[in-house]
Every structure is written in C-alpha cells, then in structure tokens.
C-alpha cells in the first residue's frame, strides 16, 4: 500500500514515521491469518484490527 508513498519520499522518511522502524511484510500478518481462520475470533464482529508497525496511515 505504501510502494507510492516510497517512490517519492523514501523508504527512510516511511520508517522514521512508525513506531517499529520496519516495514510490515506478509510475514507479519500470517500470525493474525492464521487465528482469524482457526474460529478464535468469532465474536471479533466488525473489528478492526491494525498490523501496521504503529503507523496509523488509513
């Protein structure tokens, strides 16, 4: 989603602006997959849940 963003201000600028200091990668987010899909989150209605290094972007 950031590749855009990236292009014109830099990777450096992106990763001064979060709270990790790295870029999420799919990787990050299998986690999160993998309890969505195991039926642990069936009263998660409507949640939104961020896996963005700390960056609030929307």
Do not use: K, W
Request: charged share 15%; proline share 3%; aromatic share 4%.
């Amino acid at each position: 989603m950031a590749e855009q963003f990236i292009q014109t201000y830099g990777e450096e600028r992106v990763l001064n602006e979060i709270a990790l200091n790295e870029l999420t990668t799919p990787q990050d987010l299998a986690p999160l997959v993998g309890l969505m899909c195991s039926g642990g989150m069936d009263h998660a209605t409507g949640a939104t849940i961020d896996v963005n290094a700390g960056s609030h972007i929307r």
